[in-house]
């Protein structure tokens, strides 16, 4: 499975984005689809996790409100929907996907990896 993220940018603050995350090769085998972030000198971070039908979804506290996290597995893609950016949500963005249908939100539970999208919020 691969997996290739787009859609970051540069943006002001109050600002939105929309991040694309399409799948290719055997997607028959992806199930929880998930955004996580990064900074430098930070550990990777959980945003948004999907699960595969979309009856089960995650948010960061800190993105609550304001972020929507969504798929067509029609098309096998993720999206993440980011409005009210602020200056703390720059960050590389990864997109990620489980090959199994167990319901996981940490890093470290994910099997595939997209490239990651660089998302930068000005002040």
């Known amino acids: 499975v691969q997996l290739q993220a787009s859609g970051g940018g540069l943006v002001q603050a109050g600002g939105s984005l929309r991040l694309s995350c399409a799948a290719s090769?055997?997607?028959?085998?992806?199930?929880?689809m998930a955004w996580f972030r990064q900074t430098p000198g930070k550990e990777r971070e959980t945003v948004a996790a999907i699960s595969r039908a979309g009856g089960s979804v995650y948010y960061a506290d800190s993105v609550k409100g304001r972020f929507a996290i969504s798929r067509d597995n029609a098309k096998n893609a993720v999206y993440l929907q980011m409005n009210s950016l602020k200056p703390d949500d720059t960050a590389v963005y990864y997109c990620?996907?489980?090959?199994?249908?167990?319901?996981?939100?940490?890093?470290?539970?994910?099997?595939?990896w997209g490239q990651g999208t660089q998302v930068t919020v000005s002040s």
């Open positions: 090769g055997r997607t028959r085998s992806i199930y929880t």
């Open positions: 990620a996907a489980r090959g199994d249908s167990a319901w996981y939100i940490t890093v470290r539970e994910y099997d595939y």
